[in-house]
């Protein structure tokens, strides 16, 4: 026999669904910009180097550099903010405010793991900014 579930339990379903999918891109915040951040730096370098736009003949490419930085600044810039004000945020994702005995936690992992990100963002675009950005190209 079907047990006919009325229409609270499927809106249940999707209120929960909401919650836990805002949650965990809530804690994610920073990998996401970091992963985003290590696509968005490969392509332009590769790409800007291939079509040698802005090289010089030292291997060098100002434009490539300032894009770099510009590219890191913002990426860095969104997860820090978003997590500098958690509640709010995860309220925005979430759909739902946090539940006060887990806010705690899962605001200081979101912020960690955006530290954590923010670090390998910067680390990479001090590596392309130091070293030549077309050299290994030629």
Sequence with gaps: ???????????????????????????????????????????????LCALEIGSSADGHNGLLTTLILATTLA??????????NGRATHGWLAGAPMASDSAAFVIGAARALTA???????????????????????
């Design 1 to 47: 026999s079907t047990v006919s579930r009325g229409w609270w339990a499927s809106a249940m379903v999707d209120i929960n669904a909401r919650y836990a999918i805002g949650t965990l891109i809530f804690l994610l915040l920073g990998p996401i910009a970091w992963g985003l951040h290590f696509g968005v730096l490969y392509g332009m370098q590769s790409s």
């Design 75 to 84: 990426l860095m810039a969104v997860p820090v903010l978003a997590v500098w």
């Design 116 to 138: 954590l990100s923010a670090l390998a963002m910067a680390y990479s675009a001090l590596a392309a900014v130091l070293l030549p950005a077309c050299a290994q190209m030629r």
